[in-house]
C-alpha cells in the first residue's frame, strides 16, 4: 500500500513565526503535491514537484515555499506565517499522470 | 483558464436512494478524468477515466464520462450511512503533472 505520512495532524502558530510541514511517501513517486483545502474552495494547489531540487508554482504559492532534497521528501515553508494561512494542508504524492494518493492532512492555525 | 465545477454542492439523502453526483469541465488538452472520496481525513482515489463511454464500477458506485459535452457523472445506488463524504473530481491536463480540483460535493446519507 502507498503510504504518504505528514509530519503532524494539528498545529498550532503565531503569526510571523516559520513554520515547516513535511512529507514523506514511501512509493518511489516522481511527483509531490501540496494543497491546502478550505471550505467551499475545494483543493487548491500550492507548489508541486516531479524531481528532486525542482518545483513548479500552483494556483496560490504566494506566502509560500518549498523544498525537495530527496526523492521522498516535500516540505511546505511558510516563511512567516499569517492568519489567512490557517487551513488543512494535504500533501500527495503520483507517478506522472496517474491518480495521486494524499497524506492524512495537517489542520494548520495561525493565531 | 481550466475550470473544473461539480453539482449539487450538497446533498442529503436517506439510505437506500440512489444518487447522481455531476462534474463538468473546461481543461485545454484533457487526459483524464478523476473521482476522489474524502471522509473526514485524506482524499481517497475512486476511479479514474480517460475514454468515453466506458463505465467504471467498483461495488454499488459507478461512474462514466462524456468527452464531448465535457462532463463526468459518479452514480451510488443503495446507498448507506457509510457513503456520507464529500466527493470530489479532478481533471488532469496533457503536459502537466497537476490536477486541477473541483470544489466538491458533500453527500449525507440519513439512516
Known amino acids: 500500500d502507498v503510504k504518504v505520512t505528514q509530519s503532524s495532524r494539528y498545529l498550532v502558530k503565531r503569526t510571523g513565526e516559520k513554520v515547516f510541514l513535511e512529507c514523506v511517501q514511501d512509493?518511489?513517486?516522481?511527483?509531490m503535491f501540496w494543497y491546502r483545502q478550505d471550505p467551499g474552495l475545494g483543493l487548491r494547489l500550492i507548489y508541486f514537484s516531479y524531481d528532486v531540487k525542482m518545483k513548479e508554482k500552483g494556483d496560490i504559492p504566494e506566502g509560500y515555499s518549498v523544498s525537495r532534497e530527496k526523492k521522498e521528501r516535500f516540505s511546505l515553508i511558510l516563511e512567516s506565517a499569517s492568519t489567512n494561512q490557517t487551513s488543512m494542508y494535504l500533501c500527495?504524492?503520483?507517478?506522472?499522470?496517474?491518480?495521486?494518493?494524499f497524506g492524512p492532512g495537517t489542520r494548520l492555525t495561525v493565531l | 483558464e481550466d475550470k473544473v465545477v461539480q453539482s449539487p454542492l450538497s446533498l442529503v439523502v436517506h439510505e437506500g436512494d440512489t444518487v447522481t453526483l455531476n462534474c463538468s469541465y473546461e481543461v485545454t488538452n484533457f487526459r483524464s478524468l478523476l473521482w476522489y472520496k474524502q471522509e473526514k481525513k485524506a482524499p481517497t482515489f475512486l476511479f479514474m477515466l480517460t475514454s468515453s463511454g466506458i463505465e467504471k464500477k467498483s461495488g454499488r458506485l459507478s461512474s462514466i464520462l462524456d468527452k464531448k459535452e465535457l462532463f463526468s457523472i459518479l452514480n451510488i445506488t443503495a446507498t448507506q450511512t457509510g457513503d456520507s463524504a464529500v466527493y470530489l473530481c479532478?481533471?488532469?491536463?496533457?503536459?502537466?503533472?497537476?490536477?486541477?480540483f473541483g470544489a466538491g460535493t458533500r453527500l449525507t446519507v440519513k439512516p
Open positions: 479532478a481533471v488532469y491536463p496533457h503536459n502537466n503533472n497537476d490536477m486541477r
Open positions: 500527495a504524492s503520483s507517478f506522472a499522470g496517474r491518480e495521486q494518493f
Open positions: 512509493m518511489d513517486h516522481e511527483n
